[in-house]
């Protein structure tokens, strides 16, 4: 049938071509696809064929329709986009670290495939892996989990994504502080989930205290989502502060997710501890989630793990075997090596210079005449309240919040910049300092001198 009615066009389309070179004497002009004879002859054919009744706008589901795209991700594709012109745009909207992957990590993804490491794989991931992947938990975070209690997964998002999706029923309710990354309360969203916000601010760090945890607390709260170090807000929970947030969920049902995907990453004397860790009540009830993204520089290679109680990590297996099959399967075997001797001095490499980095941003921008900067003590990022600018109106763009701020600092200076409301804080922008002392440099010009009109 398609081609009955491809030779049925081809034989109308010729009869009016014929026609109009008769009238017009150009077969060049008619061939033209801007040509008014061409484009009005293809219509005609279309229509009576019922090319033009088939067409119509597809479905999309309401859950697809609701879930925007990430801004930190929109921000760095508006930057991509703008360099690729050859406009000097200074990014700062990078979650991602500037260094490539370690050559001894993609030296042994190059020797897996060369073996034929190519195929399926269990769906939680190879079991060499898994069990490595528990011995690291234990030594480093001490968490006693067995290799059964770790699933592997396509990236740190898969990790939420899988363990919300394993966990939450619709009305249930997830405690989320902000700030937050923008991720979770889309994934939460999807599973038919409440994100129940809880607003913190600079008086307490930006981070959720006791108090307003206990208050939060309902006969439907199933969740706590806990990220330290924090994206966005560079900032890290102390131990004692931790021990506090256990001590409320106590007697409670409430499962905690740590996402702990920054863990190595952190500066200053600032020590690092793992929720699940303080005690046997919080080893029960959490779910703890890292990945090679940040810590080994493997953002593209797509790997996370979550470790927590038997029956969720079945549960997640069991979703992860329908939807992915399993991790891909050489990058699992370059994960085995990621894990291995030479980790330690290729991430204190990286971790030097992003503490370096990030002293000098948090500097500058306190330098800067209404902007306040906490000094970064985890992650990559300086999370600014720069509010102190809002109702101004900077080269004729009124800046009511950080979605106009970050706008007219695109448009205007060339620097691109993450906006807080995705984050749940309009009052400040986020800037991650994975990039270059000289692009910092120079884009942290170009901010006060536009701020400074």
């Not at 998002?157 to 009305?171: C, F, I, N, R, T």
């Not at 740590?258 to 009830?285: H, P, Q, W």
């Not at 749940?424 to 692009?439: P, Y």
Request: hydrophobic share 40%; with cysteine.
């Amino acid at each position: 049938m398609p081609d009955l009615r491809s030779r049925i066009f081809r034989a109308k389309y010729e009869n009016i071509r014929a026609l109009s070179i008769k009238n017009r004497g150009s077969a060049n002009f008619l061939d033209s696809p801007g040509s008014f004879v061409f484009n009005n002859a293809v219509v005609y054919v279309k229509r009576r064929l019922g090319f033009e009744r088939n067409k119509r706008k597809m479905k999309v589901s309401k859950r697809a329709q609701e879930v925007p795209t990430s801004a930190t991700i929109a921000v760095t594709s508006r930057a991509q986009e703008l360099k690729a012109q050859g406009v000097d745009v200074v990014g700062f909207g990078a979650g991602a670290p500037d260094f490539d992957t370690p050559d001894y990590i993609k030296e042994a993804a190059i020797e897996s495939l060369k073996a034929g490491q190519t195929k399926y794989t269990a769906a939680a991931g190879v079991i060499e892996l898994r069990k490595i992947i528990a011995d690291k938990l234990r030594k480093e975070n001490g968490l006693n989990y067995t290799p059964e209690q770790v699933i592997v997964n396509i990236g740190g998002k898969h990790s939420v994504y899988e363990a919300m999706q394993a966990v939450l029923d619709p009305g249930d309710e997830v405690i989320l502080a902000t700030p937050y990354w923008v991720t979770y309360p889309e994934t939460i969203k999807l599973a038919g989930a409440t994100a129940k916000i809880i607003e913190t601010g600079k008086s307490t760090g930006y981070k959720i205290t006791p108090a307003q945890l206990e208050a939060a607390i309902t006969d439907k709260t199933t969740m706590l989502l806990i990220n330290s170090p924090n994206n966005p807000g560079g900032f890290t929970y102390t131990p004692d502060e931790l021990k506090a947030i256990a001590k409320v969920l106590e007697g409670t049902n409430v499962l905690v997710i740590s996402d702990e995907i920054y863990e190595k990453l952190i500066y200053g004397d600032t020590k690092f501890v793992s929720f699940a860790s303080l005690s046997e009540d919080a080893f029960n009830r959490t779910l703890t989630l890292n990945g090679f993204s940040k810590t080994y520089s493997m953002t593209g290679w797509r790997l996370g793990y979550t470790a927590g109680p038997l029956e969720i990590i079945k549960a997640m297996g069991r979703l992860q075997s329908h939807m992915t099959s399993n991790p891909v399967t050489f990058c699992q075997y370059a994960a085995i090596a990621a894990l291995g001797e030479p980790s330690a001095a290729a991430i204190e490499q990286m971790r030097a210079e992003f503490e370096r980095r990030g002293k000098y941003m948090s500097d500058r921008l306190n330098g800067i005449e209404g902007v306040e900067c906490t000094e970064a003590t985890g992650a990559f990022y300086c999370f600014p309240d720069v509010s102190a600018h809002y109702g101004r109106n900077i080269n004729g763009a009124n800046i009511t919040g950080s979605m106009d701020f970050a706008k007219a600092l695109l448009e205007q200076a060339n620097v691109a910049l993450v906006p807080g409301l995705p984050f749940g804080c309009d009052n400040n922008v986020r800037l991650s300092f994975a990039c270059s002392l000289e692009q910092i440099t120079k884009g942290l010009d170009r901010l006060q001198e536009w701020l400074s009109q």
